[in-house]
Nanobody
């Protein structure tokens, strides 16, 4: 099992930036796939981005070009740099770990084994 702790959420104006962090313990993130999801009130959990141990990344269309997922392997920490934020980005953001490191369907939440508690991102217009 992997323990995940998110941080970095907050309130920002539209067009602004935030960087979320996800500190992992119990397993080296280079050996697993890590992902970010978000859930807005009244909506289903939505995939945001994922990063494999190789460094390969995958983004959902709604954030591609604005968000960047990365890792600091020495710190065993994943990041999500969010630029050009929009009010529709407002949500509770979760990090997750896929211990099997799937090659396909990485956007599906069912394949992730461990989840953080979430960090709130609010974008005002």
């Amino acid at each position: 099992q992997v323990r995940l702790v998110e941080s970095g959420g907050g309130l920002v104006q539209a067009g602004g930036s935030l960087r979320l962090s996800c500190a992992a313990s119990g397993r080296a993130i280079t050996s697993i796939t890590m992902g970010w999801f978000r859930q807005a009130p009244g909506k289903e959990r939505e995939f945001v981005a994922a990063i494999w141990g190789s460094g390969a990344t995958y983004y959902w269309a709604s954030v591609k070009g604005r968000f960047t997922i990365s890792t600091d392997n020495a710190k065993n920490t994943m990041y999500l740099q969010m630029n050009s934020l929009k009010p529709e980005d407002t949500a509770l953001y979760y990090c997750a770990a896929d211990l099997a490191s799937r090659r396909y369907n990485i956007h599906m939440a069912e394949g992730y084994d461990s989840w953080g508690q979430g960090t709130q991102v609010t974008v005002s217009s």
